[in-house]
């Protein structure tokens, strides 16, 4: 894969997606909750890591990023593991959304303020944002590359 073509391509769908934020209406700074980036990002790790063992994991990711050809065996077995790891991605969003949820749920118990309530959801909401967003521009390109090489 080119890296300069798959950055550029990033860089488009970052740009596309800031400017659909901004034509809603939007502001970019809802959009943005570390904790949900971290449950997105590491919460897939250790069921990668004690399938696939550590080595076989990022040696899988950095395959579409070598520039020596590889066995097809190979590539085929390191677009299914980027392909679990997208799986893992989504079902990290989603638990995600449940912990952000079930706490909302908590909140309404309570006599606090609707705003609390809106941003409480809007945070729930951000973590499947993130796993999609991820999904789209790192996890799809390198297992269609991964793919198309075995």
Same mark, same amino acid.
Request: hydrophobic share 60%.
């Given at each position: 894969?080119?890296?300069?073509?798959?950055?550029? /391509?990033?860089?488009?769908?970052?740009?596309?997606?800031?400017? !659909? !934020?901004?034509?809603?209406?939007? !502001?970019?700074?809802?959009?943005?909750?570390?904790?949900?980036?971290? $449950?997105?990002?590491?919460?897939?790790?250790?069921?990668? $890591? &004690?399938?696939? &063992?550590?080595?076989?994991?990022? @040696?899988?990711?950095?395959?579409?990023?070598?520039?020596?050809?590889?066995?097809?065996e190979?590539?085929?077995h390191?677009?299914?593991?980027?392909?679990?790891?997208?799986?893992?991605?989504?079902? @990290?969003?989603?638990? /995600?959304?449940? $912990?952000?949820? !079930? &706490?909302?749920?908590?909140?309404?118990?309570?006599?606090?303020?609707?705003?609390?309530?809106?941003?409480?959801?809007?945070? @729930?909401?951000?973590?499947?944002?993130?796993?999609?967003?991820?999904?789209? $521009?790192l996890?799809?390109?390198?297992?269609?590359?991964?793919?198309?090489? @075995?």
């Amino acid at each position: 894969m080119k890296l300069i073509n798959y950055l550029l /391509g990033v860089i488009v769908v970052l740009a596309v997606t800031v400017m !659909i !934020i901004i034509a809603a209406g939007n !502001i970019l700074i809802a959009y943005v909750d570390m904790l949900s980036l971290l $449950i997105v990002l590491l919460l897939p790790l250790p069921p990668m $890591i &004690g399938l696939f &063992g550590w080595k076989r994991f990022w @040696s899988s990711l950095g395959l579409a990023f070598r520039r020596e050809a590889a066995d097809p065996e190979e590539y085929r077995h390191a677009a299914e593991v980027v392909r679990f790891l997208g799986r893992l991605i989504y079902l @990290s969003a989603v638990l /995600g959304f449940f $912990i952000a949820f !079930i &706490g909302l749920l908590a909140y309404y118990k309570t006599d606090e303020t609707t705003e609390l309530l809106a941003a409480n959801f809007g945070v @729930s909401l951000v973590v499947i944002f993130y796993a999609i967003v991820l999904n789209l $521009i790192l996890i799809e390109p390198i297992r269609a590359y991964l793919k198309s090489r @075995s």
